[in-house]
């Protein structure tokens, strides 16, 4: 029993050894290489292959198949089509809104619409508590406690304070843009360069008008002709006895902070142009357009009304001034002489003064 039980043990380990050796020779095998299908049908390349025709069953199987692609294929057909269609539905959007037009490419004085002044939100006023009572022409109605004003009175107050501005520019004038709110500089710097003029975006520093002598006496001056040709040898002689320049239009765009300002434009008899809100006096500027001076969009809107005005004027004068047309007297055309009589026209403009 002992020994049979053994062999049989036995019997099993060596059968596992067996089966591990035949293993072992599958992969050191020395014989001949069969050939594989792949080398048969390179070997014999002329030899075309069958292609199994279907019948009965298969048959009908693959009419199925072709026509369960057909009926697939003319759904996604109709699918692009109403989806192409549905595309072409809807408004046309030519013109997109871009926020960055107002400052890059700011419309023109001909270009002003009830519709533009409306999408600015220049119609909107303060609450009316806060209102002035001087603004009652102005103002169109009441909405939820808020002054609603006019954008009749608003486009025609802006036409005629853009007129004001070209004409000055035409004549060769000097125009100041003031707006000193946060967000505002942009604006006045690009509708200061479109007219050709100056601007400030900070803060008016007071007595600049009253007292320009001390407080802009160090300020560098420079003549120019009809053409805007600087003259240098006037340099010289303005720097020791012309006095300091004053700007022939203000355009103000928040007159409530700038109070000063208007205060001494009304002591040297300087025109201004501001933007005057349901709360603010409109008596304190020559010119008053009746807007919303809160928004950053209807002080764009309107400082770039004014810049493309002024530039309109700066165009029209060298273009007269080219043809000979000049409507404003020059330095040159009131002296004979460039260096001796120099200190005469700026006595006589002083005693203007």
Known sequence: MIVRHLCVRQSRQLFALNRQAYNLRRFSSVETPTSTPIETAAQTPTEEPVIPVPTGDALQFSTAAQSMRRAAYKVFKQKETRRSQFQRLGTDLSKPYN????????????????????????????STSRWNPQNSRYIFGIRDNIHIISLDVTAAYLRRAARVVEEVAARGGLIL???TRDGQKRSVVRAAELAGGYH????????????GEQILG????????????????????LKEQA?????????????????????????????????????????????PI???????????????????AGQAGQSRRLREAKLGNVEYRTVLDRSDTLGTSIAEIVDEGKKRR
């Open 218 to 237: 160090h300020c560098e001056m420079k003549v120019v002709n009809a053409l805007d040709e600087e003259l240098p040898q006037f340099n010289g002689t």
């Open 290 to 308: 009746p807007a919303n001076d809160d928004s950053l969009r209807s002080a764009g809107v309107i400082a770039g009304v004014l810049g493309r």
């Open 99 to 126: 926020p960055e037009d107002i400052i890059t490419n700011p419309p023109h004085p001909r270009d002003i619409t009830l519709e533009l002044l409306l999408a600015a939100q220049t119609h909107l006023g303060h």
């Open 200 to 211: 400030i975006f900070e803060r008016w520093i007071p007595g600049s008008l009253t007292n």
């Open 177 to 179: 843009f003031v707006g």
């Open 243 to 287: 006095a300091a320049l004053k700007p022939d239009l203000v355009v103000c765009l928040n007159p409530i902070e700038n109070v000063v300002l208007l205060h001494e434009c009304g002591l040297n008899s300087v025109p201004t142009i501001g933007i005057i809100d349901t709360d603010a006096d409109p008596t304190r500027v020559t010119y």
